[in-house]
């Protein structure tokens, strides 16, 4: 019978062509053998016994290989370390990088990899070893690259309530140091995996989110213990490794045979985090609805903001004209005397930062006519809003507050938001 394409197979990395002959392959996440550092126990390994210029062509090889057998939005993903030989630095990184560069790849980041668990000593003249290169390559400039799907927005200091404009609604954008810690040896696997240098599960699943949709094709064609495989996996996305040593091979079938269905789960459940990012994105936005006309009123002249009576703060339903703009947000403004120009003040302030920044495209419309303002409001609670706070709603509104002339409650919206501040320190 013939072997499913999407698993482990025991191949040697360069004769990977024979296994994939079309562009199918949306991510490789690999950390190659170490140069003659490692005996992996078997004939034809990459890097054992080898010259470095065997060694660097055999990797041009492998991934020429897999150049061809990717799909033309995919990424590669190396994780690899300079070394040290008698008396100085090799930078296998960069040696490396060029070469597979001959072959087509275009490097886009280098990320580094903070591990904290690494041996607490160093050598004589040396610093100690806790960082690895992670090195992203490219097939175009048109690559996958789910960035919204690992930003950072739980860990969120409590600025964003008052400067909601300064924050991606998606959460923080992730920074080129990642820290995580190495497995330490036979943690990982609950015991079914003993393998010299198995990756971190979470940064895996970190380059995974990133660069990848669930069906898509994850590769790692130095498997070792399967931790790419076994994420991708989890993770709903469809894996193809190769690898040498049948020991590992059947350790990782092992472990997938007795966690899989645990580790879906976990994914699974991972997913209502994502739902927690769409809440957190809704209130940024509606955050910046509100304090938008806040600043707006502010800088008005005391001319024009004695005009000022009511403003309903609507987010509206059409998509914004405007390039970098993310919302649309009507603003009718109640107004004592119709004829004056205080549109022009409002046009002239939205065309500047701070208001230019915040990634509003507003629509204004002015009325002096009571009745006309009061048909305009949404049906179902209103909340009212100072001229200074508008992060948390000051009370229910209801329409004889309409009459009550007051200088700071100005702002209604159908937008409830009762924050405060020190809820997130
Ligand atoms: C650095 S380890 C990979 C570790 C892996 N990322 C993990 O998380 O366990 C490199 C692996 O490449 C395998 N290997 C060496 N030469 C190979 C070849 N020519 N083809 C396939 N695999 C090879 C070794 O057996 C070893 O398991």
Redesign the pocket.
Known sequence: MKKNLFSLHK????KISKLISEPIVDVTI?????FNLKD?G?N????FGQTYEDYLEDLKLVFKNIYECTKDTGTLWV?IDAYRKVGEVVPLPFDFSNKIKEVGWKLQEIIIWGKDRTVPWAHRGQMRNSFEYILVFSKSTNYKFYIDKIRDFQSLKKWWVKYPERYNPRGKTPEAIWNFDIPTQGSWGNGYIK?????PEEMVAQIIKLTTKEGDVVL?????????LSKADNMKRKYIG????SE?IQMFQKYLECTGKDKRREYEAENKVLLKQNEFEKLILELRALKYIKVAFSRLAPNDKILINKIFVKISDRIPQKRNCLITVNYIILINDKNNNIKNSFDELCYKPPLSKFGIEPIFTFTSNLSTFISSLSNGPLFLYTNRITHKFRKIFRLEDINISSKSDIIISNIKIELNEKDFE
């Open positions: 191949l040697d990395a360069r690999t950390s190659p053998p170490y992996y078997f034809k390994q990459i890097g994780i393998h010299f240098c198995p990756l790692d064609p130095f498997s070792g213990s399967g931790t790419v190769t690898e040498l040593n590992y």
